[in-house]
C-alpha cells in the first residue's frame, strides 16, 4: 500500500526559511514520480515542483530562485528547501507520487490525475 506523509511546515514570518519533507513507502521498485503540490484557501491545488529523473522542475520557474528539490533514493525522501518565504507561499503543501516507466512522463499532470497524495502540511507565513 502506497503511503505519502508529509512533515516539516509551520508557522514562520517573511524572509525564514523551512524545509519538508515527504516519505513515500509502498512502491516495489523506485521509478516513481514524485513532487511538491500547495493549496491556498479558494484556489485550486498548484504544482511547486517535482523530481522527474534528474531533473528538477519549478512551476513557475522562477522558485528555483527560492525553492529547491531534492530526492534522497536511499530513503526514499523527497524534500522541499523552501528560502526567502514569502506572503503569498502561505498554502497548504502536499507531495504526490505516481508509478512511471520513464522519467520523460513525470508531469504535473500525471501526479495530479493519477497520483497518490499525503495529507499535507501547512505553511503560513506573516509579513
Known amino acids: 500500500q502506497v503511503q505519502l506523509v508529509e512533515s516539516g511546515g509551520g508557522s514562520v514570518q517573511a524572509g525564514a526559511a523551512l524545509r519538508l519533507s515527504c516519505a513515500v513507502s509502498g512502491y516495489s521498485s523506485r521509478r516513481y514520480c514524485v513532487g511538491w503540490f500547495r493549496q491556498s484557501p479558494g484556489n485550486e491545488r498548484e504544482p511547486v515542483a517535482l523530481r522527474a529523473g534528474n531533473d528538477a522542475l519549478y512551476y513557475p520557474d522562477s522558485l528555483r530562485d527560492r525553492f529547491s528539490v531534492s530526492r534522497d533514493p536511499t530513503n526514499d525522501s523527497l524534500y522541499l528547501q523552501m528560502d526567502n518565504l514569502k506572503p503569498e507561499d502561505n498554502a497548504m503543501y502536499y507531495c504526490?507520487?505516481?508509478?512511471?516507466?520513464?522519467?520523460?512522463?513525470?508531469?504535473?499532470?500525471?501526479?495530479?490525475?493519477?497520483?497518490?497524495w499525503g495529507q499535507g502540511t501547512q505553511v503560513t507565513v506573516s509579513s
Open positions: 504526490a507520487a505516481v508509478a512511471v516507466d520513464y522519467a520523460a512522463w513525470c508531469k504535473p499532470e500525471r501526479l495530479r490525475d493519477l497520483g497518490r
